[in-house]
């Protein structure tokens, strides 16, 4: 979700930029609403170039370097909603990825029509945090057999959850 969100946003922001004449020629010129009348197709092709925008060189480099460390912990953990955003800055916390007079943007979305976003500045002793230790703590769980609950089977090679009812 976190990339999918990354890149309209990021889309959004880079239309009409130089940079976006490269895109455009990366991965093909994006449709122009106002030219399609039948809304499947209009949604259809938008979805289309929105899958290109998020495979291409010019948006994962930009996800890398700005976005990606703040999912770093949640990748072992998974979703705690509200939490996650949270999440996030610890992410960036323990990897030493915040500087002082830094801005950082802080976003969620609700399941209903919601959403939030705030940004704040990284104080001068942010740095000298101490380290949580959440990749060693994170190492030491340990797995508990479900019993008449639903429980994870796996994640496939797409990041999709897989659930089982176990006996």
Known sequence: ?????????????WRGLPRWKDIETDIGKEPNSHDIEDREKRLAQDAEFARRFAKSRQFLKAFNAK???????????GNIYTGSIYLGLASLME???IDPGERLCFG???????ALVFSGMVQPGAPAVPSMNIWERLEKRRQMAPYQ???????????YRHYEYAN
């Open 149 to 159: 609950e639903f429980a994870l089977l796996k994640i496939d090679e797409q990041g």
């Open 108 to 114: 969620a979305y609700g399941s209903g029509c919601s």
């Open 67 to 77: 976005v990606k460390d703040t999912a770093a912990i949640s990748r072992q953990v």
């Open 1 to 13: 979700m976190i990339e999918y969100a990354s890149a309209a946003i990021f889309k959004h922001e």
């Open 95 to 97: 990897l030493g990825r």
